[in-house]
């Protein structure tokens, strides 16, 4: 059994060999998304119906982000500069609602972009949070 990790590294390079995160679109993973979301919902209880259909949308979101990573971590665009702020701005916001239930959601983000962003500069989360 392979760990998150290696699942998630797996996958980008399926994802790249087949050009949907290099070529692919957010909205097109989103449509796959629905229609897997589909298949779960119709999976009435049977396990391994659920078990793949669960596989399958996290196939999907990986897919998506690695689309997304493709834009931001492009360190010479604006994107890329410019989303470590705009989640700032989220949290600011999430936290004057005292929505905490979003606030966590966005920390998670954060955490996921820094791990993201650590890694396209061949650098460990462990390695920054050590060096800090």
Known sequence: MYTNEELEKLTLQWGEDRKITTNGTLQAQFIK?????????DSNGDNEEIKDS???MIVVLVMMNGILTRSFLNTDSVLGRDYPASLLGKMASTISRKNDVDTAVVIDAMFSLLHKIAEFHNLTINECWNYA
């Open 33 to 41: 998304l629905v229609e897997e979301h589909g298949e779960f919902f």
């Open 54 to 56: 669960i596989g399958d």
